[in-house]
């Protein structure tokens, strides 16, 4: 069965940086498109970004663009989510996905259990 394995989430102060991962099995993860989602607390699930199945494609969140970076490595079946910069309003659940399609609403076909991120201001 798939599998999506998130990894590295913590506590952070404001300012700093963090790497979550994303372990994907049970799928030939070279085929899907994979996205980054997050749910802070009373709020709805929000696109944060995704990278097609080449890595050639990418797209990102308003919120985040010029502070997190996406990237993939095939080979090792996983993706991950470089973030900098951190604020508080960043801290949610990240949640990684996969799909056929890249795309920025939810529309992905397998999802992991999520990651918690706290940032501390």
């Known amino acids: 069965q798939v599998q999506l394995v998130e990894s590295g989430g913590g506590l952070v102060q404001a300012g700093g940086s963090l790497r979550i991962s994303c372990a994907a099995s049970?799928?030939?993860?070279?085929?899907?498109?994979m996205g980054w989602f997050r749910q802070a607390p009373g709020k709805e699930r929000e696109f944060v970004a995704a990278i097609s199945w080449g890595g050639a494609a990418i797209y990102y969140a308003d919120s985040v663009k010029g502070r997190f970076t996406i990237s993939r490595d095939n080979a090792k079946n996983t993706v991950y989510l470089r973030m900098n910069s951190l604020k508080p309003e960043d801290t949610a659940v990240y949640y990684c996905a996969a799909g056929r399609y890249l795309r920025a609403t939810p529309d992905y076909n397998y999802w992991g259990q999520g990651t918690q991120v706290t940032v501390s201001s």
């Open positions: 049970g799928l030939t993860f070279s085929s899907y498109a």
